[in-house]
């Protein structure tokens, strides 16, 4: 019997040879395996400064675009419409391609009118027949009828959503008190806003929608509700001033969905985050 201690085992030099490739090899894979993530990571990081940068260039110049396309008799929120068209827009009237920039938003909002028209006819029970109408006005080239109606529900849903909070509330206030309220009560749901505060801001501004008698400078040619609903504008019957009108009723309605966010959220934390 031969003894374990008494055995030899020749190993073939040319292993230890292949055993020292192999270990270089390998780090040398893990050298470049390093540089590659160190190269991807700085490629992200500087990735996502360029977008920090664009977001920070877009939100800093979006209250003067939104600006813009309110005093031209348009209103969106970044749902409706995509937001990367606000600028485009902005930049022709901006660039007195007034025309063009109408022109644009009409086909827009003609597109989307008949989702605007299921979603508050849905949202807003009782005032279907009422919106349900208003469209098919519309739709007809009924203009005459359209835009005043469309006009008057946009003052309802306002009321609707303010008006239990705010003492003789108008979403078309000129008192400093009122707009202090409204601008308190649409703070509470910025962070809601899909781009934030910026878009309910152009809520408080004085423009040609909201403009009164002694702002002849903003009622000329651009829908003005107080000229339209007290009987003052017999001009107002146009494809343009009707697709308005609907921007305006959908941008109001945004407020309500906001403000019942909202409240769907407080009443979910207030019974322990069970609600539905």
Not at 171 to 184: A, F, L, M, N, V
Request: a positive charge; aromatic letters at 8%.
């Amino acid at each position: 019997m031969i003894a374990m201690t008494d055995m030899k085992i020749k190993i073939d030099p040319a292993i230890f040879e292949q055993r020292a490739s192999l270990e270089a090899s390998i780090n040398e894979l893990t050298i470049k395996a390093a540089e590659g993530v160190r190269q991807i990571n700085a490629r992200i990081a500087a990735d996502l400064a360029k977008l920090a940068d664009s977001v920070h260039r877009f939100k800093a110049g979006l209250p003067d675009k939104l600006t813009t396309l309110a005093m031209n008799g348009w209103f969106i929120y970044g749902f409706r419409t995509p937001s990367q068209a606000i600028y485009p827009i902005a930049s022709l009237f901006e660039t007195s391609r007034v025309n063009e920039g109408n022109q644009a938003m009409c086909r827009h909002f003609n597109n989307v009118a008949p989702d605007i028209e299921a979603d508050l006819t849905k949202r807003f029970s009782k005032r279907a027949v009422i919106l349900k109408r208003a469209f098919e006005a519309h739709k007809a080239a009924n203009y005459e009828l359209s835009v005043p109606v469309l006009l008057a529900q946009a003052d309802g849903i306002a009321r609707d959503t303010f008006g239990k909070n705010i003492p003789r509330f108008s979403i078309y206030t000129r008192s400093k008190s009122r707009k202090k309220k409204i601008k308190k009560t649409i703070d509470k749901f910025a962070g809601e806003a899909l781009l934030g505060s910026d878009i309910i801001d152009v809520l408080l501004i004085k423009m040609p929608l909201n403009a009164s008698e002694g702002d002849a400078e903003l009622i000329k040619g651009v829908l003005s509700r107080n000229q339209i609903l007290h009987g003052a504008d017999t001009d107002y019957a146009t494809l343009t001033n009707s697709c308005r009108a609907i921007s305006w009723l959908d941008y109001v309605s945004y407020f309500h969905k906001l403000s019942s966010k909202r409240r769907n959220k407080l009443n979910q934390s207030g019974s322990g985050g069970c609600g539905q």
